[in-house]
């Protein structure tokens, strides 16, 4: 939270004139359309370096941020059943959010992956880069293992085309039987399944969860040794040069 705080401290000064300047460019439109006089408009100046670097890591870290708020999402979604008038069985839903949740899993890792490589490239001139390129590839293994570890519940690999387990094999064959089938019996044993199922899938969610937040409260302590100075973004050296 503490890293998150400073970059959108860092970047604050930039959206206020990005909106400035979107408030300037309404003004003239709404003079374009009603025929009034057009008041000048500014031409938007490009960033320096220094706020090339605050945009960098603030984009960055909302791709990350936001894959987090997915994955908090699913859970929720997968605790309750679809709703009737979509068609689509419950089973089937079920089995849906599971690899949903595992496909952010992987974009995760992904986008974990490519902002250290952002961070190793804009500090590659600094006077720390050897370090700062050392302890990234560090975390690049933390990283790497972090997710071996909390992937699923058969310890396979995030980006496998489909997950699939006992449980979900088992629901997804109790499924086709009462789908093909008049015996009412099937649709019960199915019911009892997918409820079995549910609170195991979404209780492992919610797990791999925790797992997520305590492997990023590590990698953005780490990111924050370089990035970050008594709370405000160190700047990389030949930018303090040239600013």
């Known amino acids: 939270e503490s890293y998150s705080r400073a970059i959108m401290k860092a970047i604050r000064p930039i959206t206020d004139e990005a909106l400035a300047d979107r408030e300037d460019m309404s003004a003239w439109m709404g003079s374009v359309l009603t025929g009034g006089p057009t008041p000048p408009r500014k031409k938007p100046r490009s960033l320096r370096r220094d706020e090339d670097v ?24 997968a605790s309750h059943a679809p709703p009737k008038r979509t068609g689509v069985g419950k089973s089937a839903y079920l089995q849906l959010m599971v690899e949903t949740y595992l496909g952010e899993v992987y974009i995760l890792k992904e986008r974990c992956d490519r902002y250290r490589t952002a961070v190793i490239r804009m500090y590659r001139n600094d006077v720390r880069a050897a370090q700062i390129k050392e302890r990234q590839n560090l975390l690049g293994e933390f990283t790497a293992e972090s997710f071996r570890s909390m992937v699923d519940t058969r310890g396979g690999h995030v980006h496998v085309a489909r997950h ?26 199915e019911g009892v399944a997918f409820r079995a199922t549910k609170a195991s899938k979404v209780k492992w969610m919610n797990n791999n969860n925790k797992a997520v937040k305590r492997f990023l409260d590590e990698y953005f302590k780490e990111m924050a040794r370089w990035v970050l100075t008594s709370g405000s973004v160190r700047f990389p050296k030949i930018v303090s040069d040239k600013s």
Do not use: C
């Open 164 to 189: 699939d387990d006992d449980e979900l094999a088992r629901l997804r064959t109790l499924a086709m039987l009462s789908s093909s089938s008049d015996h009412e019996g099937f649709g019960w044993i």
């Open 54 to 77: 605050v945009v960098k890591l603030f984009q960055g870290l909302t791709e990350i941020l936001g894959t987090v708020t997915s994955l908090q999402n699913i859970p929720k979604l």
